[in-house]
């Protein structure tokens, strides 16, 4: 993730965060000399169209808005660099936090200071709503209290944009569920006015909680997350810009209780007046709540001033754009009261005396001197007004007369989210398609139950067709068989009687014609009754193969069960394609059915850990794609996806074995297929260029583990940037998680390839930017096992460089998870191992050999049962297990208990030859195995055993020897060759 750059500023300390965002501190100087913050908002918890939006019109109408916390300057989201604006900071000298400020006053008991403090929180959300502007997401955090009221109000209020709506990608429960009204929890949806209704009924929720220190409703609920912050934990108001179910939940509790007002605290009380308009802003119907806060504003100055509030009329009320047609206008005679810190005083409250309000509130706000009220006059007639000038205004008078109502639409209407048609208008033909569409809408897995359903009834029809056509071909060859030897005989007897009764011959070559001409047409029947019963079966078997591709594309997901189920059904999709392969494997009519068959077989056999007959079906799938792309009638750019796809599978394959060259081969086919693809299908043309990029990192990963250095870096870097434009266009779509994915690959990469050539600067940052990249990949998809062990792995290398061990602690615990969703991908164990390697080697050279010792155990028990009941093992589950069991031994010979080391010694040497034995055996295999056997002859040496440690010698200099010939310049190899023959000239 790129972080903002403001002119003149640049983000500087951490300051906060929360579910929308991060809080930092603008470093440099501005013009002005003001304090500046930085609000970088998280992309998955806002739509960033509409904060945008709402950044923007404040960046416009900032001179005018007073109480409202002015927005300077945006940075738009692009480039994978997520919004931010600068705004301006309150400093801890003339200001503190909303939250701390209520409850000092609760404590106080100061009701009064409360009162004052809730009636300038109502005027600076008013001020707001007059210019337009609603908030949507006001909770105590969002305001603060500026002591220096220079501007009028003393209440500020910031966070614009961050809202719980539809359209997010994920956004948590947590406490600020509790201010959110019930439409706001149901649907989400926040065009037309909603918003404003929102804010009417969240303030309401402020208000109550100010005066009562309860919630309205959801009371005990709160407590229960008092006491326990994590009760909501793992659950989710938006997921996939949808509302969630927990999220209706809310709305449904929140309809269900009724608003009742306990005792105060401290004996205090409010006038009934009070308590009405309050009532009335917590309507669970938004057409119930008033019309604007204005009759709050009134009713707490009232109560401040203890004089009877005027009555509203009931029918000055909040109207939703998309509620009742029934147009209420407010009354122009309603302006915010023009006493109190929002306006002058009357003249029989100035003459009162001020003793003990002061007293109440002497610890929060300043006196109010003439200053102070001036300044208040004025915001108060900027707030009645509602007409507040801004910059546009001062450059030209015409855009007083623009309508208010285009702007209010224009701001309170964001992008991404589309309002639902309207079910009861919809009639006819337009209506049953809406409904019909909603009602799959509203199901996505009946989709698939539907396919299912027409697999099997389709297969029931061809059986049928099959069936009914061999007995027509049955009775049809019957009959001809006897015409044909009728025939035959009066041949025969006509020969015989001399060419006699020619008028009977004539006759039956007469119907000897009509009957072979019978035989044809029922024969042709036949053959399209054949050709039907064909399609039928293969038009059966394409509903079968969209439903189990949607099943093995479809993995990543955190739904309890899920993943459990899927196992179930793909086991029952193995049985169906190996009875398809049975059936019509070898028949050249079904040769497609055949290719898919074989094709789907193999990532069935690829997730569940039989890589052999993964490897065998994927070849078999290639080679009858490549037979089908020969013919031009059956040509399908669907067959060159496959072929991508499965030339990348099979590279994986080839990779896990260590056959690098063969893999770096099929990832090339792999993206070659892509290009072709691409190239016929313009219109899958993102797609098929992302796959190409992860094609050519796994090109990338093959060259490295050849030692290609150069090439890999170049080919790292080349990925990366276009990686940067790829991401610029799939911005916002399903696929932009991978990009991100790959961005992060790309730096892991790069970083691996600089420790290798000894870059340790280099190498840190570009772990550190994976990780980066890896992280936001995780928010835009946190259910992806790929981005979680790529975020695991960076902050596992970071840690190592860095020697941070809360890093590793943090790698160890991201792929713990990883590893236990994913038995058979041989990678994440020792992904996992290895990151306990790491941890044990930190212990171990801190000197604390014993916690180094268990963590090195812990990493052999995550690795043994690979071992011990796999039968096709990779050499990089060998090697690795090798590695962990070597490196106990080093530390139990560190503790001088070379006896306990001998066994793992031995284990490790014992596999590091069958390593050794299988093709593509890399140098640091061959040095890994020659370091082993040295270690043990030292083991053995030093428990009295010097016939075996001279063997063991024996063995490593033979090895160290080998490795000397094939690069004379290692000094390491003749460093250890020197030492082994050491310990030789000691042995007898």
């Known amino acids: 993730?790129?972080?903002?750059?403001?002119?003149?500023?640049?983000?500087?300390?951490?300051?906060?965060?929360?579910?929308?965002?991060?809080?930092?501190?603008?470093?440099?100087?501005?013009?002005?000399?003001?304090?500046?913050?930085?609000?970088?908002?998280?992309?998955?918890?806002?739509?960033s169209e509409f904060a945008g939006a709402q950044a923007q019109q404040l960046v416009e109408l900032q001179e005018s808005l007073p109480g409202i916390r002015p927005v300077y300057a945006v940075s738009p989201e692009s480039d994978n660099s997520p919004l931010a604006f600068l705004s301006e900071a309150d400093t801890a000298a003339d200001a503190q936090s909303m939250p701390a400020l209520l409850s000092k006053l609760q404590k106080a008991g100061s009701l009064r200071g409360i009162l004052r403090v809730l009636r300038e929180m109502a005027a600076v959300v008013q001020v707001g709503h007059d210019h337009n502007l609603y908030h949507g997401g006001l909770r105590p955090e969002v305001f603060s209290w500026k002591n220096n009221p220079s501007r009028g109000l003393r209440a500020r209020l910031g966070g614009y944009g961050e809202v719980a709506m539809g359209g997010l990608q994920y956004l948590a429960?947590?406490?600020?569920?509790?201010?959110?009204?019930?439409?706001?929890?149901?649907?989400?949806?926040?065009?037309?006015n909603r918003m404003q209704g929102w804010d009417l009924y969240t303030f309401g929720v402020i208000a109550y909680y100010g005066i009562t220190q309860q919630f309205p409703r959801l009371e005990k609920l709160h407590q229960l997350h008092a006491q326990r912050p994590n009760v909501f934990d793992g659950s989710a108001l938006v997921s996939f810009g949808e509302i969630t179910e927990a999220s209706r939940g809310f709305a449904e509790q929140l309809k269900a209780e009724a608003v009742s007002w306990p005792p105060l605290p401290g004996g205090g009380k409010i006038s009934s007046s009070l308590m009405k308009e309050i009532d009335a802003l917590l309507s669970v119907a938004p057409e119930g709540r008033p019309a604007s806060l204005r009759y709050f504003i009134e009713a707490v100055q009232a109560e401040l001033a203890e004089t009877p509030m005027p009555e509203r009329s009931n029918t000055d009320r909040f109207v939703p754009t998309g509620g009742p047609a029934k147009v209420v206008e407010k009354?122009?005679?309603?302006?915010?009261?023009?006493?109190?810190?929002?306006?002058?005083?009357?003249?029989?409250?100035?003459?009162?005396?001020?003793?003990?309000?002061?007293?109440?509130?002497?610890?929060?706000?300043?006196?109010?001197?003439?200053?102070?009220?001036?300044a208040s006059e004025n915001s108060t007639q900027s707030v009645n007004a509602g007409k507040g000038k801004t910059r546009k205004q001062e450059v030209s008078a015409k855009s007083d007369a623009k309508p208010a109502k285009a702007k209010k639409q224009k701001a309170a209407k964001p992008a991404k989210v589309k309002e639902k048609p309207d079910r009861a208008a919809s009639t006819g033909d337009e209506g049953l398609a809406l409904r019909t569409q909603q009602y799959f809408a509203d199901r996505p897995a009946l989709k698939w139950k539907l396919c299912a359903g027409a697999f099997g009834a389709a297969a029931i029809c061809m059986g049928c067709l099959l069936a009914f056509a061999l007995y027509e071909k049955h009775s049809?060859?019957?009959?001809?068989?006897?015409?044909?030897?009728?025939?035959?005989?009066?041949?025969?007897?006509?020969?015989?009687?001399?060419?006699?009764?020619?008028?009977?011959?004539?006759?039956?070559?007469?119907?000897?014609?009509?009957?072979?001409?019978?035989?044809?047409?029922?024969?042709?029947?036949?053959?399209?009754?054949?050709?039907?019963?064909?399609?039928?079966l293969r038009e059966a078997q394409g509903k079968g193969d969209e439903f189990f591709r949607l099943i093995l594309e479809n993995?990543?997901?955190?739904?309890?069960?899920?993943?459990?189920?899927?196992?179930?059904?793909?086991?029952?999709?193995?049985?169906?394609?190996?009875?398809?392969?049975?059936?019509?494997?070898?028949n050249p009519s079904f040769i497609i059915s055949s290719a898919d068959a074989y094709f789907y077989l193999g990532r069935i056999y690829r997730e569940g850990g039989q890589f052999e007959q993964a490897l065998t079906s994927f070849v078999e799938a290639e080679r009858r794609y490549l037979e089908l792309m020969k013919n031009e009638d059956l040509r399908d750019p669907a067959f060159l996806e496959r072929l991508a796809l499965a030339n990348h599978e099979l590279g994986k394959l080839a990779f896990r074995d260590s056959k690098h060259s063969r893999s770096r081969h099929y990832f090339t086919e792999s993206a070659r297929y892509w290009s072709e693809f691409r190239s016929e299908l313009p219109a899958e043309e993102s797609r098929a260029t992302l796959n190409i990029h992860e094609n050519s990192l796994a090109i990338v990963e093959a060259e490295h583990a050849m030692g290609h250095l150069g090439a890999a870096l170049d080919g790292a870097k080349s990925v990366a940037l276009r990686l940067v434009d790829l991401d610029q266009q799939l911005s916002g779509t399903a696929l932009q998680h991978r990009v991100t994915g790959a961005q992060g690959?790309?730096?892991?990469?790069?970083?691996?390839?600089?420790?290798?050539?000894?870059?340790?600067?280099?190498?840190k940052e570009a772990y550190k930017q994976a990780s980066n990249c890896f992280a936001l990949a995780v928010e835009q998809n946190a259910a992806s096992d790929s981005h979680q062990l790529g975020l695991g792995n960076t902050m596992a290398r970071l840690g190592l460089l860095t020697q941070d061990r809360k890093k590793l602690e943090a790698a160890v615990q991201t792929l713990a998870g990883v590893v236990g969703r994913n038995p058979y991908e041989v990678s994440y164990q020792t992904s996992l191992a290895e990151v306990y390697g790491v941890m044990s080697q930190a212990q171990r050279d801190g000197g604390q050999l014993k916690q180094a010792v268990a963590?090195?155990?812990?990493?052999?028990?995550?690795?043994?049962?690979?071992?011990?009941?796999?039968?096709?093992?990779?050499?990089?589950?060998?090697?690795?297990?090798?590695?962990?069991?070597?490196?106990?031994?080093?530390?139990?010979?560190?503790?001088?208990?070379?006896?306990?080391?001998?066994?793992?010694?031995?284990?490790?040497?014992?596999?590091?030859?069958?390593?050794?034995?299988?093709?593509?055996?890399?140098?640091?295999?061959?040095?890994?195995?020659?370091?082993?056997?040295?270690?043990?002859?030292?083991?053995?040496?030093?428990?009295?055993?010097?016939t075996s440690a001279k063997e063991h010698y024996l063995l490593a200099k033979a090895d160290w020897?080998?490795?000397?010939?094939?690069?004379?310049?290692?000094?390491?190899?003749?460093?250890?060759?020197?030492?082994?023959?050491?310990?030789?000239?000691d042995m007898p």
């Open 476 to 536: 049809t060859t019957a009959s001809l068989t006897d015409v044909t030897l009728t025939a035959q005989q009066k041949a025969q007897d006509l020969v015989r009687q001399k060419n006699t009764e020619v008028a009977e011959m004539q006759q039956n070559v007469e119907q000897l014609q009509e009957l072979a001409e019978k035989s044809e047409d029922q024969t042709t029947q036949f053959r399209a009754q054949a050709r039907l019963a064909q399609q039928v």
């Open 555 to 586: 993995r990543d997901t955190d739904v309890p069960e899920f993943r459990a189920r899927r196992a179930e059904v793909l086991q029952g999709a193995e049985s169906y394609y190996k009875g398809l392969i049975s059936v019509y494997g070898s």
């Open 855 to 946: 963590l090195e155990r812990e990493a052999i028990e995550i690795l043994r049962p690979l071992v011990e009941m796999n039968t096709e093992l990779s050499p990089q589950l060998l090697f690795s297990y090798s590695t962990r069991l070597a490196h106990l031994a080093e530390m139990l010979g560190d503790m001088n208990e070379y006896e306990a080391s001998r066994e793992p010694l031995q284990e490790a040497a014992d596999i590091l030859t069958i390593v050794n034995q299988e093709e593509g055996a890399s140098r640091e295999h061959r040095r890994s195995l020659a370091k082993v056997r040295g270690l043990a002859g030292f083991a053995q040496e030093e428990s009295g055993d010097k």
């Open 961 to 985: 020897e080998e490795l000397l010939k094939s690069d004379p310049n290692d000094q390491n190899a003749r460093q250890a060759l020197r030492w082994t023959k050491e310990r030789l000239s």
């Open 745 to 763: 690959k790309a730096f892991e990469l790069s970083g691996m390839i600089f420790e290798s050539q000894g870059q340790i600067t280099k190498a």
């Open 331 to 374: 009354p122009a005679s309603r302006p915010i009261p023009t006493t109190g810190p929002v306006g002058q005083k009357s003249a029989a409250q100035a003459a009162a005396p001020a003793t003990a309000e002061k007293q109440e509130v002497a610890s929060q706000q300043p006196s109010a001197d003439p200053q102070v009220k001036a």
């Open 173 to 192: 429960v947590d406490d600020f569920v509790f201010y959110l009204a019930p439409e706001q929890l149901e649907s989400g949806d926040p065009s037309g």
């Open 1 to 47: 993730m790129k972080l903002p750059v403001f002119d003149n500023y640049q983000i500087g300390s951490l300051v906060n965060e929360d579910h929308f965002g991060w809080t930092f501190t603008a470093d440099g100087t501005a013009a002005d000399g003001g304090n500046r913050m930085i609000r970088v908002l998280k992309a998955q918890s806002v739509v």
